[in-house]
């Protein structure tokens, strides 16, 4: 069988998926069509599924060890999680990522007319880093990653977008899973995109003491993280350079810092989005004032961009904002994208967003 190997992965692979007597038999080949054949070995096992969070695809026994399965699990990055006899396992030959706040299994199918846009031949390319900051919200030290364009020059000032990931995952996320920076080296090169330094950071806020609060990112990214930077690297520091956007849970740290701090930003990104809390819980949102100041908002945000698939699972929240919109001239991008609430359509947010900002 031919093998291709996704180059953003968490392991290294030794690619010889169908060479026997080398556990060869377990794999998986991306079909013409779309679909997928996957191999693996179960000894014993009575069920094998794919389970598409509630999208159960069967596999076929082959013999007393082999399970196969020739599955349609739609196009773009797709998590799945395999079940044998109802019990989720990790499969080490095919690729793992990170979602869901564990490791997962996924694919990457190609997307038509999307093939080419984290191309890795024939461009330049920038550079993604790994940088620890101290915290005076959390009391430790906490983890960005930084990418630089390719024609990066330190003596140069450059505008600066911070990034947000999803609940359940991490800083990682967009750089390996939504192929941020190869999308930003290709609209660079293409002169769609102004050159910027992209900085992704962990939003899943931890304290010293057992616990969690992703509203505390909000205090981090203004108290720590953007001193950090500003005085890490040579960025312009007043608001007409500096964007923030981020995914579902990234989205609405993102709309509560923006919103509540504009006079800090002037380009903001909703993907998968939320400008109010996608559950009901009763609490005041004091960001969402900005909205009834239409003067102030407008004059404020020089792009305010919304994005979400049409299949996602949050889409009531996302008209439910829509509903709150209604009436109110505000300078607002709308965009709806093919998909669920998956990277497929992060990747086509930040592919429709990267070349709106910081546009002289």
Known sequence: MKKQWPLDTALSFDPYFGEPNRDGDQGYELLPDGKVLIHIKAPNAKEVVIDQFGTIHKFEKIN???????????????????????????????????????????????????????TLEGIP??????????????????????????????????????????????????????????????????????????????GMTQFKEPQMRFHAFCEVILNDLIPYIESTYNVFTDKWHRAMAGL?????????????????????????????????????????????????????????????GTEDNYFDSFAKDDKMLEGKPLNITRETFPGGHDWSVWRRCIHSFFPRIFKD
């Open 64 to 118: 007393d060890e082999i399970w196969e399965i020739t599955a349609d699990l739609g196009r773009g990055f797709k998590y799945f999680f395999i079940k044998i006899d109802g019990n989720e396992v990790i499969n080490p030959y095919l690729p793992i990522g990170y979602g869901c706040c564990r490791p997962m299994n996924f694919l990457d199918i190609p997307v038509e007319g999307e093939e080419d846009w984290d």
């Open 248 to 308: 579902s849970m990234g989205s609405y740290q993102t709309s509560m810092v923006t919103m509540s701090n504009p006079d800090l930003f002037s380009y903001v990104g909703v993907f998968s989005g939320f400008m109010s809390f996608p559950r009901p819980d009763g609490q005041k949102e004091p960001h969402l004032a900005l909205l009834d100041d239409t003067e102030k908002f407008n004059s404020s945000f020089k792009v305010f961009y919304r994005a979400m």
């Open 125 to 202: 390319h920038g550079g993604v880093t790994r940088r620890y900051f101290p915290s005076s919200v959390t009391g430790k030290l906490e983890i960005c990653m930084v990418y630089t364009p390719a024609n990066y020059d330190p003596a140069k000032k450059y505008p600066v977008l911070y990034l947000q990931h999803g609940y359940g995952e991490n800083e990682t996320g967009w750089v390996y899973q939504g192929h941020a920076a190869r999308i930003a080296d290709k609209l660079i090169y293409e002169g769609k995109m102004t050159e910027m330094i992209i900085v992704m950071a962990c």
